[in-house]
């Protein structure tokens, strides 16, 4: 069993994924795990000012 990194199947996957589908797929998912990312982010920092009294 080879050792393969990460970023070597990471990169695989997306060319996997151009190849098949074109670009257009690949950008919505970036797009779309930016923006839930970004959402939990959020909603992690801004519970902390959150006062319970």
């Not at 994924?17 to 839930?36: D, F, W």
Request: net charge positive; aromatic share 6%; proline share 2%.
């Amino acid at each position: 069993m080879e050792h393969h990194p990460a970023a070597a199947r990471l990169t695989e996957a997306a060319t996997l994924a151009v190849q098949q589908h074109g670009s257009g797929n690949l950008l919505r998912v970036v797009l779309i795990v930016m923006v839930l990312g970004c959402v939990l982010t959020a909603w992690f920092l801004l519970r902390g000012y959150k006062k319970d009294d």
